[in-house]
T-cell receptor, first 110, second 113 residues
Framework: SQELEQSPQSLIVQEGKNLTINCTSSKTLYGLYWYKQKYGEGLIFLMM?????EEKSHEKITAKLDEKKQQSSLHITASQPSHAGIYLC??????????FGTGTRLTIIP | NAGVTQTPKFRILKIGQSMTLQCTQD?????MYWYRQDPGMGLKLIYY???????DKGEVPNGYNVSRSTTEDFPLRLELAAPSQTSVYFCASSWAANNSPLHFGNGTRLTVT
């Protein structure tokens, strides 16, 4: 069973619009990471969240971890073509190794 | 700063052939990992290492072997390639086991036919 669920699996958004990607777990997350992947390339680290209620922003991307530390959201404001790619959340459960969600494929249309 | 470097980028193998996927990092990270990424399945951990001379199995180790003779290098060996090993392989490294982002290479796309 998948311990991390991402939604939606794919997303098509018009350029300039806002969007949100969710990452949900049934267990408490001890570290939540967001990565972006472009086709043919590796994963680029975006942000790490550790504390319940924590929120971080970088340029037009904001990530939040809920108070219970079981859900995280990634919000993109005023999307641009450069935001297109696959977004993956990764999480640690206790001392276990990083587990990844199945990813959200984001397409930006003009 | 090169980060994590993987070679080759692409490879086609015939069933039963063997090969080694190379991975090297120049960040002096103790922790290194091998993941495979199948379409729609996210990343699965194959093997990992917490330092030179120490390796351990991940979630999907069958059909693979690793070694870690130096801090910089963490090669992944496929002894008898099978179609089920067709995937994209990513090597990664990190400073620590927890609360430390992984740095990924650009991947090796392997096809076994």
């Amino acid at each position: 069973s998948q311990e991390l669920e991402q939604s939606p699996q794919s997303l098509i958004v018009q350029e300039g619009k806002n969007l949100t990607i969710n990452c949900t777990s049934s267990k408490t997350l001890y570290g939540l990471y967001w990565y972006k992947q472009k086709y043919g390339e590796g994963l680029i680290f975006l942000m790490m969240l550790q504390k319940g209620g924590e929120e971080k922003s970088h340029e037009k991307i904001t990530a939040k971890l809920d108070e219970k530390k079981q859900q995280s959201s990634l919000h993109i404001t005023a999307s641009q073509p450069s935001h297109a790619g696959i977004y993956l959340c990764g999480a640690q459960f206790g001392n276990e190794k990083l587990t990844f969600g199945t990813g959200t494929r984001l397409t930006i249309i003009p | 700063n090169a980060g994590v470097t993987q070679t080759p980028k692409f490879r086609i193998l015939k069933i039963g052939q063997s090969m080694t996927l190379q991975c090297t990092q120049d960040m002096n990270h103790n922790y290194m990992y091998w993941y495979r990424q199948d379409p729609g399945m996210g990343l699965k951990l194959i093997y990992y290492s917490v330092g030179a001379g120490i390796t351990d199995k991940g979630e999907v180790p069958n059909g693979y072997n690793v070694s870690r003779s130096t801090t910089e290098d963490f090669p992944l060996r496929l002894e008898l390639a099978a179609p089920s090993q067709t995937s994209v392989y990513f090597c990664a490294s990190s400073w620590a086991a927890n609360n430390s982002p992984l740095h990924f290479g650009n991947g090796t796309r392997l096809t076994v036919t």
